[in-house]
T-cell receptor
Framework: DTAVSQTPKYLVTQMGNDKSIKCEQN?????MYWYKQDSKKFLKIMFS???????INETVPNRFSPKSPDKAHLNLHINSLELGDSAVYFC???????????FGPGTRLTVT | GQQLNQSPQSMFIQEGEDVSMNCTSS?????WLWYKQDPGEGPVLLIA?????ELTSNGRLTAQFGITRKDSFLNISASIPSDVGIYFC?????????????FGKGTLLTVNP
């Protein structure tokens, strides 16, 4: 029933660890996104994939690597986690060439 | 990059009051979207606007795409406690093929019952 789902909902880990966040959408959309929301609630796009092809890659440290096994899934892998990576990460999806993006429930990442 | 100025930053109102918030930009946008984010949840799309001058309603919500294409407004009538949350505007820029949205910094709405 859920349109855009993310796992896990909460992730607490130590500095230096590697972690992954998974996203799936069942809306039949072609394009998926990762956003970061900081403590001031500012939403900033990180990546966008269209049909498994990277189309947006903002200035994000290369410790962050998105992977799209198919157009319904977009995972985010983060290496060597740092304190500043603590934030809420949202996955979103949209139709090809469409601005209406639908968001998942978010993953709150806390790095200690 | 492009920036959106969203105001007010926060609002405290009584139940039953009407609310207005807006977003402005120095650049032209082709699309304006309004989202609402409840605590601990992801943003939910409320209204999408695609044409300058367009006025669109969704229940008690009404949004307008400014004639200059550089601004948009969201009005909520007869507010109720469940209207509490953060409202974001988002703009889709003119040109470009990657359909990247720029988000405003949000308006935090508190409704006192």
């Amino acid at each position: 029933d859920t349109a855009v789902s993310q796992t896990p909902k909460y992730l607490v880990t130590q500095m230096g660890n590697d972690k992954s966040i998974k996203c799936e959408q069942n809306l039949g959309h072609d394009t998926m996104y990762w956003y970061k929301q900081d403590s001031k609630k500012f939403l900033k796009i990180m990546f966008s994939y269209n049909n498994k092809e990277l189309i947006i890659n903002e200035t994000v440290p290369n410790r962050f690597s998105p992977k799209s096994p198919d157009k319904a899934h977009l995972n985010l892998h983060i290496n060597s986690l740092e304190l500043g990576d603590s934030a809420v990460y949202f996955c979103a999806s949209s139709h090809l060439q469409g601005y209406e993006q639908y968001f998942g429930p978010g993953t709150r990442l806390t790095v200690t | 990059g492009q920036q959106l100025n969203q105001s007010p930053q926060s609002m405290f109102i009584q139940e039953g009051e009407d609310v207005s918030m807006n977003c402005t930009s120095s650049s032209i946008f082709n699309t304006w979207l309004w989202y609402k984010q409840d605590p601990g949840e992801g943003p939910v799309l409320l209204i999408a606007l695609y044409k300058a001058g367009e006025l669109t309603s969704n229940g008690r919500l009404t949004a307008q795409f400014g004639i200059t294409r550089k601004d948009s407004f969201l009005n909520i009538s007869a507010s109720i406690p469940s209207d509490v949350g953060i409202y974001f505007c988002a703009g889709g820029p003119e040109g470009g093929s990657n359909y990247k949205l720029t988000f405003g910094k949000g308006t935090l709405l508190t409704v006192n019952p």
